[in-house]
């Protein structure tokens, strides 16, 4: 073994084997067929439903959503639970900008249970965007639930299941069902989402005081996959689920989704045929599993407040290991103690200051170099990502190899010159006590992230030490590799630099390990990585896919004019509809593309203002109505109801007839939008290559616009 780690290609396919090899053991499950026992999870048997669910786009307001609606309410009823549909008005604010509503119908199902301490609440959701079948988002977690419902086993703790409407519009059904939720009681919801085609089942939110609860999931499922540091980061970013509702209302829970196959997302690809059905299975075991844990456990010793949070990581996909977070300042005080003992020890070595200094300083020129390598590679892969979906290249992961490749070819040649110069110890010592302080940062802003800078960083000073290289490298290339690969899921291509960054960073603690071949041969793992890296790239550029469109239909009814609007580049489709050149206009709060066409004199809704009450009366059934006005709409009101004030009111789903009281400021205007699904008829229909782009409700709709002055 020390013997081949002299060598350059052997270190190489060392490591390539080691990373390959527990990334191949993330991966999802092999889907089990219809054929297995009534009491195991089938894939086969939920893709029946997927099929059901994912025929056509099913957003709120059409046919199809209603058809899905009472497929699902006779589905639950015929496995034995008690069925209602819950129908509502929900709303909620989005800053002072923006207020949401729609007429939500949420499914709830559920099986009393023997001597329950509480109820067990799994969540998935029905409606789709416009764009897409839905096949991943979220028919993939709704056929999970049907599936787990018939395999599960009544017990003490009440099962219900909640499948909510217009999550896709802003998480309205899951805000109606909460507003409605009259009863007190222990609540643990398990939310199944997805954002893409497939990939691991990540559990990656949790409750707060969650270490009871993650006790019991590291025990109960199959294949945990779950990082506090993927929670921590979560937190920070602006992305919500109908967990963070469930949250809001004092609900414990656990989130999961898996995110692979990011084109797929809210597009026409998002088809039965287009998912995975492996992860489909992952997501079924975790809630079978995970339901027959909770339904016999004491919900109320889970969800209890104020019992301690976790820190947690997977191994492999396979074991979960978590302690409490309150153990981060004393392990954190073990890592200072080992640096300053390794620094005592090689305190008298030729050049230590000076190699230890030269290591600190290299180790910061590293993540400058990493993060300008994946700037670069951005800047490559930028034609590569213009009209995808998601911006996400269809080659990405062959892009994301060739950033690997090249960050690692730079770095190595950075350091194989270093380890030439310097004593070799120190100088490796010298670039841990970046890692060093990045931990401690961690420890006192971001616990839940300093698992995955504490052990790699024990072992590597274990391996100084000891003079045992291999002994470094061990836990970074068990954890390292499967968390860049999911920041690189999340992320795609949109943060080429970050991921730069983490390659640079990472490269630290496996320093110990590639001394010998950087001193041996400085240029071989340099020449290696950029053949490699060009190759990834010349793949990635090669893979393909459709392109996104997006086309509307406005018509001014106040001005008499209609324009053909675009929210993209045009193409050789909305090129070909274009009489006249196209002028920009904000449509959706947004800026698009508008081109004059004949107007067809649709049908526009009846708007009444009498004092501070405005009906509206729609000819045909919308999708949505949008109101917009130049001046905050204050004093606003739904059936008695106070709503918060806002310049744009989005109301989905709405009814035939609706009244909102108004307290308008005088001289100002409001903008009503009636948005009707569907393209004029004989609109050609888009080329192959062309797909619809996501921008609810705008694409491939009809929008007639009304002016109010007051």
Sequence with gaps: MLDLLQRPLATLLLLGLITAGAMHLQAPPDPVPASAPADRFSAERAMVHVRELAQAPHPLGTLEHDRLRDHLVASFRHLGFTTAVQKRTAWRAHGERDLVLATVENIVAEKPGSAPTGTLLLVAHYDSHGTGPGAGDDA???????????????????????????????????QGYVDALGEKGPTLALNFEARGGGGPVFMFETSEGNLPLMREFASAAPRPHASSLMYALYKLLPNDTDLTVLKQAGMAGLNFAFVGTWQHYHTALDTPEGLDQRSLQQHGDTALALGRRFLAADLGAVTRPGQGEAIYFDVLGRILLLYPATLAWPLTAVALAAFATLLWRFRRERGAWRSGLAGTGLALGSLAAGALTGQVAG?????????????????????????????????????????????????????????????????????GATYLLLWPLLFAMLGLWWEKPWVAGLPLLLLFPAV????????????????????????????????APFQAHPMALPAIGLGTAMLCFAAGATTTGPHLSTLAYLEEADTGKAHWVSFHDPDAWTRSLRTEPAGEIRFGGRRAQASPTPVLHLARPSLILEGKQLTIALPERALALVLSADA???????????????????????????????????????????????????????????????????????VVRQVLAF
């Design 632 to 702: 905050p709409l204050s004093g606003m009101t739904l059936d008695g109801t106070p709503l918060p004030a806002a310049r744009r009111v989005h109301w989905f789903a709405p009814p035939a007839n609706l009244t909102l009281g108004l307290a308008p400021r005088q001289g100002s205007r409001l903008t009503v939008d009636a948005i009707l699904p569907g393209l004029p008829p004989g609109t050609p229909p888009r080329p192959p290559g062309l797909i619809p782009a996501p921008v609810d409700p705008y694409t491939d709709t009809r």
């Design 484 to 515: 860049w690969h999911s920041l690189a899921l999340l992320l795609g291509f949109s943060l080429p630099g970050f991921l730069g960054l983490m390659l640079a960073f990472g490269l630290i603690p496996l320093l110990p390990l590639l001394r």
């Design 140 to 174: 993939a977690g709704v056929a999970a639930l049907l599936e787990t419902a018939r395999a599960l086993a009544p017990d003490r703790n009440t099962l219900r299941i909640l499948i909510t409407d217009a999550e896709e519009v802003g998480l309205l059904g899951a």
């Design 379 to 447: 800047l490559l892969v930028r034609p590569f990502r213009q009209g995808i979906p998601n911006q996400d290249p269809y080659g990405v992961g062959w892009f994301e190899g060739a950033l690997l490749a090249a960050a690692l070819a730079i770095l190595a040649w950075v350091w194989g010159w270093a380890l030439r110069r310097f004593e070799a110890r120190c100088l490796v010592l010298g670039a841990l006590a970046l890692w060093l302080l990045a931990l401690v940062v961690a420890t006192a802003l971001l616990p």
